[in-house]
């Protein structure tokens, strides 16, 4: 399968004029191959003589931003660049909303300086924790008004702060992103409030948002969210060895903090509780489909970090560290990272059903897909942040970290064959992360973590050979 130009938006049209900070993958012999392709997708990658990222002939790329930048509102763009989400804004602008996945233990590399040197820049009130010293958390949202056409920052500036470790999250369909705090740090000595919750951040909201809270949604170490578009339904991962795969069925679609129910995912043909991981033994085929059942879940905002086992003894099935997670036609797909008889990584699929969250459900139930599993580390390995790029392909950030290995950006056809699209040579563990499209379909930006990029891509994208 070749995707024509003339039915995926004439990538070349809309590509971005690159100056001094772009890089170009030329013509030549491509570095010694550390992956293997299922099939062909752009080709071979070339080596990318600034050292950053290598990618297939005709690619090129453009760090938009960098950690320890100054920003609009006077502070420094805080470190651990993780996940992202992409929105209109007109006039060929975009703004990207950027998770900083920053612990309590970070004291560098926050967006206000040394010794909090820059806090009186913001207003405190909007701050949504301080340590047991009376510094601000480091963690949260910047949001960054970008120009397609000159390649030029417009504004940038933190949007949340004082959470913690905000790992991936996921766009609303009325322009918001949805960030999620990857821990379960409880108020005590060391932090005045609970985390481990999800916060709605309006993409085209100037400074920082009033932190609220979406309780509903349950504590626990969140990783990602999406939302259908058809049913308001937002489903949750949760980043541990034996998570659940949640969803939350809202009272008010467009005010997430107006509570709702949430539920934890189980299989209709293992009541007692199915395991997904297929790590001691296969209980789900690759390319097989299984029978959903949703069940409700109490307690939400427990505490005792005790959300997941309460639902594993209710019935739910267990997934492998759920990480990545994307809403695209009609389906969404997410990652369990170390999942399969490899500890390498499985993504599922999972179709909804015509009456999700409805009565009748249980008659004509959602229908989840185990889509890939990984046998080759070479191939796909410890798959993480992903998004369903214009023409349907799935891409995805791994995030394996070793002293040597080399993380990859990689492409997933239709029928679950992989292919590489990029490779990091910047740093060892240095995962990708927050991949994401502008509304054209143009470029796809997508963050380095550490110390912490983001890249814009363009080329060929239409030209992908499946």
């Not at 340590?131 to 960054?144: E, L, Y």
């Not at 590489?420 to 240095?430: E, K, M």
């Amino acid at each position: 399968m070749v995707v024509s130009r003339r039915t995926f938006l004439s990538a070349a049209a809309t590509s971005m004029a690159f100056g001094a900070f772009a890089a170009r993958a030329q013509d030549g012999a491509s570095q010694a191959e550390t992956y293997l392709n299922e099939v062909t997708g752009y080709g071979p990658l070339v080596r990318d003589p600034k050292g950053m990222i290598d990618l297939p002939a005709g690619f090129r790329y453009r760090v938009i931003a960098q950690v320890g930048e100054t920003m609009s509102d006077g502070l420094l763009l805080p470190g651990k660049f993780d996940g992202m989400g992409c929105f209109a804004a007109g006039d060929d602008k975009v703004l990207l909303v950027r998770n900083h996945e920053m612990s309590a233990s970070d004291v560098e590399k926050t967006a206000f300086g040394p010794r909090q040197s820059l806090i009186d820049r913001i207003d405190r009130s909007r701050v949504w924790d301080f340590n047991g010293d009376g510094a601000a958390f480091a963690g949260g949202t910047s949001t960054q008004l970008y120009n397609l056409k000159t390649g030029q920052t417009e504004r940038q500036h933190m949007s949340i702060a004082g959470t913690l470790v905000n790992c991936a999250g996921g766009v609303t369909p009325w322009g918001s992103w949805l960030t999620c705090e990857e821990t379960t740090l409880a108020a005590g000595a060391r932090a005045g409030k609970s985390h481990g919750y999800v916060f709605e951040v309006p993409s085209a909201h100037i400074g920082l948002v009033e932190p609220v809270a979406l309780t509903g949604m349950g504590r626990f170490k969140h990783e990602a969210a999406c939302v259908d578009p058809r049913t308001g339904v937002v489903y949750l991962t949760e980043d541990v060895a034996d998570s659940l795969f949640y969803r939350y069925l809202p009272n008010d679609r467009r005010n997430l903090a107006a509570g709702g129910r949430l539920q934890a995912l189980g299989l209709v043909d293992a009541p007692e509780g199915g395991d997904t991981r297929n790590q001691s033994e296969k209980s789900f085929a690759t390319g097989g489909w299984k029978d959903v059942r949703w069940i409700d879940l109490d307690g939400v905002d427990s505490p005792n970090d005790d959300l997941r086992r309460r639902g594993h003894k209710a019935g739910a099935a267990i997934v492998a560290r759920g990480e990545g997670l994307f809403f695209g036609n009609g389906e969404l797909y997410f990652t369990a990272t170390s999942g399969g008889p490899k500890g390498a990584g499985q993504i599922f699929r999972y179709v909804p059903s015509a009456v999700e969250g409805q009565p009748g459900e249980a008659d004509q139930p959602g229908k989840l897909q185990l889509f890939v599993e990984s046998q080759n580390t070479s191939v796909l390995d410890y798959a993480d942040n992903l998004v369903v790029a214009p023409w349907g392909h799935v891409i995805v950030c791994e995030d394996r970290y070793s002293d040597t290995l080399r993380n990859h950006l990689r492409g997933i056809t239709p029928e679950g064959k992989v292919y590489t699209l990029a490779r990091n040579v910047h740093a060892a563990n240095a995962e990708f992360a927050g991949a994401c499209f502008s509304p054209d379909g143009g470029t796809l930006f997508v963050n380095l973590q550490n110390p912490g990029f983001t890249l814009a891509i363009s080329g060929p994208w239409g030209e992908v050979k499946a």
